[in-house]
């Protein structure tokens, strides 16, 4: 007699498939996805996936605000803290970038695959317009954290926050990218915290 399966709703199916995505890219590259891979690794019949994805593409996009939901927790934890001068904007973005910093360090092969899914996105048209939409809520959510910083001191700044925010993730994932090559505690260390201390000034 054949087991009955379980019946999953649908959200909850789709949250674990794209848990399962992540820690394939994690595991094997971010190239490596494939949706019968995540059927493999899910333990699930193909057409499992498929009934939760559309596409393959649907599931990188889920897999991409993955890692937008975790910054936007992050970010919500510093909208509680109190901040009412710079130095509070120095600490908090100090907490934010040390916090991403933690994460790099905990889980490489997460980080990397999805630096990879990246550079994937720059030879596909169709992924780079999710890597693109992805990318776009991802700095959207960092603006919109420092200009909530910035208004809540009431300080001057002497730059638009979104031209702020950009220079600051390009100095995160460029510090990131170096660590994930050298492994150098240290140095990544001091990067992160000196682009917190500009980026503060910056803001106030």
């Keep these: 007699m054949a087991e009955k399966r379980t019946h999953v709703p649908l ?7 794209t ?28 057409g499992t996936v498929h009934y939760a994805f559309s596409s393959k593409n649907e599931l990188l996009r889920e897999v991409m605000r993955l890692d937008i939901s975790h910054l936007n927790d992050l970010a919500a934890t510093q909208r509680e803290r109190e901040i009412s001068s710079a130095q509070d904007v120095r600490h908090a973005v100090a907490e934010v970038f040390t916090a991403y910093a933690d994460s790099v360090m905990a889980d490489p092969d ?12 720059a030879r596909d048209p169709e ?5 693109g ?14 200009e909530d910083m910035a208004a809540r001191t009431g300080l001057a700044r002497d730059a638009d926050v979104a031209l702020v925010a950009e220079q600051a993730l390009s100095g995160l994932f460029g510090a990131a990218v170096g660590w994930l090559e050298h492994r150098d505690d240290a140095l990544f260390r001091a990067l992160i915290d000196d682009a917190a201390e500009v980026l503060a000034r910056r803001l106030g």
């Design 19 to 46: 848990e399962t995505a992540v820690r394939v890219m994690a595991r094997d590259g971010a190239w490596a996805l494939t949706t019968r891979a995540v059927a493999k690794e899910a333990g699930v019949p193909h």
């Design 133 to 146: 939409q992805s990318q776009g809520e991802y700095r959207a959510v960092v603006a919109q954290l420092l």
């Design 110 to 121: 997460t980080e990397t695959a999805y630096f990879e899914l990246s550079l994937m996105a």
């Design 127 to 131: 992924l780079r317009a999710l890597s």
């Design 11 to 17: 959200e909850q199916r789709r949250q674990e498939l």
